[in-house]
């Protein structure tokens, strides 16, 4: 003879719960940018400008004054800010694709170092039909735990960045 063992339903419901782990918050968050500036200057003269050193026209630092300010062009290279000649700095990013001087992508959060997010810049270097100009592309993709108005200040500074610092740079009106 077979006997059935029936359990309450609560006692079912109980033993299940204790058996899953609690999802205290989850959510998508991440927002893209784009901007594109046409540059005076051959696609080499900008992708120059735009890797190396860019203490001339990169503003924005840790430090206020770094002693080298640099993005390395090339698949791990670093986006870097040196504070002082010890070696004290931080690295803004990482270069994770290089193709000089046409495209080059990095990583890393910049401002937001130390929080839950991340940023993948791509910049790409398209020279005009009389290769005299450079349209300058970069598409920024950000996720993580965001704040809502970052979008708004991340957009914003990398219009600063272009239009208002390596623009003018580059073409000798800094």
Avoid at 31 to 55: L, N
Avoid at 56 to 84: C, Q, R, V
Wanted: with cysteine; net charge negative; charged share 20%.
């Amino acid at each position: 003879m077979i006997r059935v063992i029936r359990f309450p339903l609560v006692f079912v419901v109980l033993l299940v719960s204790f058996a899953r782990a609690e999802i205290t918050e989850q959510a998508e968050y991440s927002f893209s940018v784009k901007h594109t500036v046409t540059i005076s200057a051959s696609r080499e003269t900008v992708w120059e400008a735009f890797t190396g050193d860019i203490s001339g026209w990169w503003d924005h630092s840790f430090s206020g004054k770094p002693a080298k300010f640099f993005i390395e062009p090339k698949p791990g290279g670093g986006f870097i800010e040196l504070f002082d000649d010890q070696g004290n700095g931080v690295k803004h990013g990482t270069v994770i694709y290089a193709q000089k001087p046409s495209k080059l992508n990095f990583e890393g959060p910049l401002p937001f170092n130390g929080l839950a997010m991340n940023m993948v810049h791509q910049v790409f270097f398209k020279a005009t039909a009389d290769g005299a100009r450079t349209e300058l592309t970069v598409v920024c993709n950000a996720f993580g735990k965001l704040d809502p108005s970052w979008a708004e200040a991340v957009d914003g500074v990398w219009h600063h960045f272009l239009v208002e610092r390596l623009k003018p740079f580059v073409e000798g009106t800094l």
